[in-house]
C-alpha cells in the first residue's frame, strides 16, 4: 500500500510539473501554423462578430462595434505591385522576401505573410520608403505615397500570402476613455511615458510620441507591433484597444488642464521651474522694491 501511495503521488506531481510544458508546446505548434495570430474572440484577427465574406469565400472585413478591419481588394494589386517595384524592391526584393537584387537573404525585412495593417502602417507613418535604410531606427516623417497608394502596396503584398490584421478604422463614439487611460498606464506608458511623449530606450532606439497620429494607425501600432513594440493581439480585445485609441487621441493629444497652463505636460520639473522663476522672482523683485522706498 505505502509503494502504490508514493507511485500515485510522484505520477500526480510529474503530471502536475508537465502540464505547462505541455501547454507551451502546444502553443508554439499552433503559432508556428499562423503565426503573429491568435484564438481570441475580437482580437485583429477574423474571429470577430462579424466576418464578411466575398462569392469566392475570401474574408473581405471583419471586426465588431468597436474597430472595423478592410482587406484591400484585390483590384488594386497590380498598381500596387508597379507602386512596390518603384519604391520598396531596391531593399526587400522584387518578390517582397527582403532578398534585394544580387543580395544576401535576411538582409532587409521580408514582408511576405505580413498582414495588410503592417504595411499601411509603415507606408502612412512615413517611415518607409526608408531614408536612410542603414538607420538604427525609422523616423516618422511626412509620406511619400498617399493612402490610397499604401492601400495598393499592401494590397499586392497581401495577395502573395493573405494574413492579418487587415487595415483598422476604429469606432469611437462609444469608447470609455477612463477605461483607455488605466489600459494605457498599464500597457503603453512604461515606454511612451505617461503623458505620450515618448522616450528612450536601448541600443540608440526610442519609443516615439504619439502626438498628431491618426486613431487608426494606432491601433495599427498596437496589433502590428512595430519595431521595438510589443504585438498586442490576445491580450487586448478590440474594445479594449478603442478605449486606449480614445485616450491618446482625445485627452493625449488634446489635454483639457482644467488646473491652468500644462506647460508641454512636461510634469513637476516644469511646474517646479516656473513657480521658481515666477513666484520667487516675483518676491524677490517685491523685497528688492520695498527695501528701494525705504
Known amino acids: 500500500m505505502k509503494i502504490s501511495s508514493r507511485f500515485s503521488l510522484g505520477l500526480l506531481v510529474g503530471v502536475l510539473a508537465a502540464a505547462p510544458l505541455i501547454t507551451l508546446a ?8 499562423t503565426p503573429y495570430q491568435t484564438g481570441a474572440a475580437n ?23 468597436a474597430i ?20 520598396c524592391a531596391s531593399c526587400h526584393g522584387v518578390n517582397a522576401n527582403g532578398v534585394p537584387a544580387d543580395g544576401t537573404s535576411g538582409a532587409f525585412p521580408n514582408l511576405v505573410g505580413l498582414g495588410s495593417a503592417t504595411i499601411d502602417f509603415w507606408i502612412e507613418s512615413g517611415r518607409m520608403p526608408a531614408a536612410n535604410p ?27 500570402d493573405p494574413s492579418y490584421p487587415a487595415i483598422p478604422t476604429p469606432h469611437l463614439a462609444g469608447a470609455n476613455v477612463a477605461d483607455g487611460a488605466a489600459l494605457f498606464a498599464l500597457n503603453c506608458a512604461a515606454c511612451h511615458t505617461i503623458e505620450g511623449d515618448g522616450d528612450a530606450l536601448a541600443q540608440g532606439t526610442y519609443a516615439p510620441s504619439l502626438r ?17 513594440m510589443p504585438r498586442f493581439t490576445g491580450n487586448l480585445s478590440d474594445y479594449q ?26 510634469g513637476p520639473v516644469a511646474e517646479g521651474f516656473v513657480g521658481l522663476l515666477i513666484g520667487v522672482g516675483l518676491l524677490a523683485l517685491i523685497g528688492y522694491w520695498v527695501g528701494e522706498r525705504q
Open 26 to 33: 502546444t502553443a508554439a505548434g499552433a503559432s508556428s501554423q
Open 68 to 87: 472595423t478591419y478592410t482587406v484591400p481588394s484585390p483590384a488594386l494589386a497590380t498598381l500596387g505591385q508597379s507602386l512596390y517595384l518603384e519604391n
Open 212 to 228: 498628431n497620429i491618426p486613431a487608426f494607425q494606432v491601433v495599427e501600432a498596437i496589433r502590428t507591433g512595430p519595431g521595438n
Open 241 to 266: 484597444v478603442r478605449d486606449i485609441v480614445a485616450y491618446v487621441t482625445e485627452y493625449l493629444q488634446h489635454p483639457r488642464n482644467p488646473g491652468g497652463l500644462g506647460l508641454g505636460g512636461l
Open 43 to 65: 482580437s485583429g484577427t477574423p474571429n470577430s462578430s462579424m466576418v464578411v465574406k466575398n462569392s469566392s469565400g475570401a474574408v473581405t472585413s471583419y471586426g465588431n462595434g
Open 134 to 160: 542603414r538607420s538604427v531606427q525609422a523616423d516618422r516623417r511626412t509620406p511619400r505615397l498617399t493612402h490610397d497608394q499604401a492601400v495598393a502596396i499592401a494590397a499586392w503584398i497581401n495577395s502573395l
